[in-house]
């Protein structure tokens, strides 16, 4: 029997002392300041900077997140791709909305979305699809998401199935899988700054129209 060691980690800690943020420095829209520390993200060559955590809660409340990559983004919301058949989107059919975090400790910031999910188009889904690598593509009709498999034998065989059904390499757009696009009422960027009294502001749409103010941390 193995007893579990104990660790301290209440001291774990680290003092943000990278950078501030002011009312100033904001751009008026959300998704302009969104862009703006999106590409100073890729610049400070941050690991995977459009990783984010999707959170979910079912008809009961119950939560659920899991981190998937944001591929695509404007004025309309934020978009990432799955089986329309996952937990998530399951939560989704029953709770149409989600929240993203966006976590960027090299820069000491982070980003909270909050919004309605809805689908995007077939077009949209299609057209994203076929840019995926030919992997990614039969990936996705391989996998059975969110499902109990008894081992990982099962998936290979079928990613081989796969292979073989579209040898010519045209593998069509599952039925069963697409895009999502949060479209957010709530945007909020943290900079983390010295004595844990960061910096939020929370940019709120009301009728309309983005409102901007600053948090307590």
């Known amino acids: 029997m193995h007893t579990l060691v104990h660790m ?6 680290q003092n ?5 943020l002011s009312r100033e420095d904001l751009k008026d829209n959300p998704f302009d300041q969104f862009q703006f520390w999106f590409s100073q993200a890729m610049e400070a060559k941050i690991d995977e900077p459009n990783a984010m955590i ?3 809660a079912d008809k009961n409340g119950i939560p659920s997140s899991r981190t998937v990559l ?10 990432f791709y799955t089986n329309y058949e996952s937990k998530k989107a399951h939560d989704i059919s029953e709770n149409p909305y989600a929240s993203l975090t966006f976590l960027w400790l090299g820069l000491e910031r982070q980003i909270n979305v909050v919004g309605k999910i809805e689908k995007v188009s077939t077009a949209e889904a299609l057209k994203y699809f076929i840019s995926r690598p030919l992997g990614s593509r039969f ?3 391989t996998s059975p998401q969110s499902r109990i498999i008894t081992n990982r034998s099962l998936l290979e065989k079928k990613l081989d199935e796969m292979k073989r059904k579209f040898s010519d390499g045209k593998v069509p757009l599952p039925d069963f899988w697409g895009g999502y696009r949060v479209v957010p009422s709530e945007i909020e960027f943290w900079q983390g700054r010295p004595s844990r009294l960061h ?3 929370k940019y709120k749409l009301i009728d309309g129209a983005w409102s ?3 948090y307590a941390p």
């Open 212 to 214: 901007v103010d600053r």
């Open 199 to 201: 910096d939020r502001f």
């Open 70 to 79: 944001l591929k695509a983004f404007d004025k309309r919301g934020f978009v």
């Open 54 to 56: 999707v959170a979910t």
């Open 139 to 141: 990936g996705a009709w």
């Open 8 to 13: 301290d980690i209440g001291d774990l800690r």
């Open 16 to 20: 943000y002392t990278k950078s501030g």
